[in-house]
């Protein structure tokens, strides 16, 4: 079915970006990503690993690389309602960090797929900026990683 495709999970996603952000950032690593990725909100525990203790923002990211178009709008809107709870709560402006597979594991799937996936992700990221969500996407984490350190230093 997925023909030689590579998914990335949550947990590889997340070991990834805080590698490459730990490389970068060696300095200023405790600021932008959480000690504890969770946060409880209204006695529910959620995961949020981008909160600087000093700064007005708030960030979460997800995957998007799956072959599964369920999936992929699962993932998407957990991190997405995650955000929302998050930044409401601590009044915080929010930014959304989203792996997208590369052109060329992307092309091992059927066309399809690659219409469902891309009407189902098409959606989703023209759902946030009327949300005030910055929306960040990338194929690569590194490309991510860098994003999230920008996005950092240039907000207040």
Excluded: C, H
Aim: proline content about 4%; charged content about 25%; cysteine-free.
């Amino acid at each position: 079915i997925n023909s030689g495709f590579t998914p990335m999970n949550l947990q590889s996603l997340s070991n990834n970006i805080i590698d490459e952000l730990k490389f970068r950032n060696e300095l200023n690593y405790a600021e932008i990503v959480a000690q504890n990725f969770n946060i409880t909100i209204n006695e529910k525990s959620i995961y949020m690993p981008l909160r600087p203790q000093n700064k007005k923002i708030v960030g979460n990211w997800a995957s998007v690389v799956y072959a599964d178009i369920k999936r992929v709008k699962t993932d998407y809107l957990q991190a997405l309602n995650d955000l929302r709870t998050v930044s409401d709560s601590l009044e915080r402006s929010p930014a959304l960090f989203i792996l997208k597979p590369s052109e060329d594991n992307f092309n091992k799937l059927s066309q399809s797929r690659k219409d469902a996936w891309d009407e189902a992700v098409d959606k989703l990221d023209s759902s946030l900026k009327p949300q005030g969500i910055e929306l960040f996407s990338r194929s690569s984490t590194v490309e991510l990683a860098l994003d999230i350190d920008t996005w950092y230093k240039q907000t207040g």
